[in-house]
T-cell receptor, first 115, second 110 residues
C-alpha cells in the first residue's frame, strides 16, 4: 500500500541535543512538507520541498533543518536552537499539478517531548 | 500564516444527528479542502472544492463554498461514533502550500 511513514512515533530530546525525525513516502509525490501542531491549534509549516535537492523555509523554520537527497525521503532535524520543540510533527506529500493545491497525504506523526 | 478559521471550536452531538461546521478565510482562493484528524493521528483528506463550484458531496459529507462571503461549510449527516475527530479546512497559498485553520473538534455521543 502506498503511503507516508514517519518514525519514531515518540521521541524524547535532552537539552542541547539535535534529533532527527524520519519521513518516507512511496507515493511518487514530488512535493513534501513538514508541519508542527501544538495542542488545540492548526498546522504551521516548517519547511517544504518541491524537488530533490531543493527546499524552502516555511513560516516557522528557525531551529529546524531539512534535506531532500532522495525523492522518497524528507528528514527533519530539530536542533538545539529550537527552544520549545515539544509538539506533534506531521509530514505530508502531494503531487504538483494544475491550478491550486492538490490534496496532501499525511503520515501519522512524531510526538516530540523534552526530557 | 493561518487564513482559514473554523467555527465552532467544538461541537457535541448525538449519534444520528447532523453536524455542521464553518470555515471563513480572508483572501481569494483557487480551491478549499477539508481534512479530518483522529486523536493522535495524521490528517486525512476528505474533500476538495474548487472556487467555481458551490456544492460538493462525498458519501455523508456535503461541502458548500460561497466565494462572495469567503466561507465554506462542512455538513456530516447521520453522524456515527467513528466521526468523532477534529476537522480542518485548508486554503491554498502561493507555491503549492496550504494554510490550515485551528479546527473544529466534533464529539459524537452514543
Amino acid at each position: 500500500d502506498g503511503g507516508i511513514t514517519q518514525s519514531p512515533k515518540y521521541l524524547f530530546r535532552k537539552e542541547g541535543q539535535n534529533v532527527t525525525l524520519s519521513c518516507e513516502q512511496n507515493l511518487n509525490h514530488d512535493a513534501m512538507y513538514w508541519y508542527r501542531q501544538d495542542p488545540g491549534q492548526g498546522l504551521r509549516l516548517i519547511y517544504y520541498s518541491q524537488i530533490v535537492n531543493d527546499f524552502q523555509k516555511g513560516d516557522i523554520a528557525e531551529g529546524y533543518s531539512v534535506s531532500r537527497e532522495k525523492k522518497e525521503s524528507f528528514p527533519l532535524t530539530v536542533t538545539s536552537a529550537q527552544k520549545n520543540p515539544t509538539a506533534f510533527y506531521l509530514c505530508a506529500s502531494s503531487i504538483l499539478q494544475g491550478m491550486g493545491n492538490q490534496p496532501q497525504h499525511f503520515g501519522d506523526g512524531t510526538r516530540l517531548s523534552i526530557l | 500564516s493561518q487564513q482559514g478559521e473554523e467555527d465552532p471550536q467544538a461541537l457535541s452531538i448525538q449519534e444520528g444527528e447532523n453536524a455542521t461546521m464553518n470555515c471563513s478565510y480572508k483572501t481569494s482562493i483557487n480551491n478549499l479542502q477539508w481534512y479530518r484528524q483522529n486523536s493522535g493521528r495524521g490528517l486525512v483528506h476528505l474533500i476538495l472544492i474548487r472556487s467555481n463550484e458551490r456544492e460538493k458531496h462525498s458519501g455523508r459529507l456535503r461541502v458548500t463554498l460561497d466565494t462572495s462571503k469567503k466561507s465554506s461549510s462542512l455538513l456530516i449527516t447521520a453522524s456515527r461514533a467513528a466521526d468523532t475527530a477534529s476537522y480542518f479546512c485548508a486554503t491554498d497559498r502561493d507555491d503549492y502550500k496550504l494554510s490550515f485553520g485551528a479546527g473544529t473538534t466534533v464529539t459524537v455521543r452514543a
